[in-house]
């Protein structure tokens, strides 16, 4: 699929998005409530935590940074979810090609928001005043080794920090805890034992450090642990201050380190949240209902 610009109209040079998305998405009832259906059995088996919602602006363009775990497919959704139940707001969220290429799939992940995750439609989508949540560490980052969890994999990555300069749009850090707890990791992807994974990795035309681990859940399954999952938002970084820099690759490479360190501090707070937690896993929390005090 090609990421070729279309135009709203032949009366209009503002841009579309990429793939006929839609600018702008409102949710009818029906699919409030069909969000909230399906975001039943999540709730229910990740007991998630939120923290420092209210710091989200309430209105104008938005750009969510956050940690990429291991389950970004589980985690990422449920904060959007609860963003939108509390402030009525959408997280438009940017996706992998491979998502986006797929007939049918395509249609759905737009009709909620969603679209395909290249610059053109993050910086439009600001520019909108809408809500954009990216992670720059993406896949290298969820695929990091099982000595690595909820560490930041930035380097090189500033392409979030300059469309929020561009766009004028507060960044807001989003720390995610959780999604690393769910799996073991049986072998890295690095592992000798991976080789042939990595291979056919490769085969895809995409790089070998995306290799997925081979991972475990709950007992021998797939079925991931029921722990908590952990939230938090942290003040809006004004990126007002770097719109005027003389070398604009300097300004985002200076702004990436300080939504960095945001960022990290969140999940300091989260891990520390977590550890505190009596009811973490689901016999913590049956042993919590059972004896309160």
Not at 26 to 33: A, F, K, M
Not at 199 to 228: D, F, H, W
Not at 265 to 279: M, N, Y
């Amino acid at each position: 699929m090609s990421d070729r610009v279309t135009y709203l109209s032949d009366k209009t040079d503002r841009p579309a998005l990429t793939d006929g998305a839609p600018l702008h998405v409102e949710l009818s009832d029906l699919d409030r409530r069909m969000l909230d259906v399906l975001a039943v059995p999540g709730r229910a088996w990740f007991s998630p935590r939120f923290y420092g919602l209210d710091r989200l602006p309430t209105d104008g363009p938005v750009l969510l940074v956050g940690n990429h775990t291991l389950t970004g497919g589980l985690d990422a959704p449920m904060l959007a979810h609860e963003i939108l139940r509390r402030t009525g707001r959408l997280a438009r969220g940017l996706a992998e090609n491979v998502l986006i290429d797929v007939p049918g799939l395509r249609d759905v992940l737009h009709h909620l928001g969603v679209v395909r995750g290249n610059r053109h439609n993050c910086t439009t989508l600001l520019r909108q005043g809408e809500i954009v949540a990216v992670f720059p560490g993406g896949g290298r980052e969820a695929m990091s080794g099982k000595q690595e969890k909820y560490v930041l994999n930035w380097k090189g990555r500033t392409g979030f920090a300059q469309m929020a300069i561009e766009a004028g749009a507060p960044i807001v850090p989003m720390g995610m805890i959780g999604g690393d707890d769910v799996y073991d990791v049986v072998f890295d992807g690095a592992h000798p034992v991976m080789r042939p994974v990595r291979g056919l990795v490769q085969a895809l035309g995409l790089r070998a450090s995306l290799t997925p681990p081979l991972i475990r859940g709950l007992g021998p399954t797939l079925l991931p642990k029921p722990e908590r999952f952990y939230f938090s938002l942290g003040d809006p970084i004004d990126t007002s201050a770097w719109a005027d820099a003389s070398d604009p690759a300097e300004a985002a490479l200076e702004l990436q380190g300080v939504v960095r360190k945001a960022l990290e501090e969140e999940i300091r707070f989260l891990l520390a949240q977590r550890d505190a937690d009596r009811g973490r896993s689901l016999l913590g929390r049956v042993m919590q209902a059972a004896n309160p005090a």
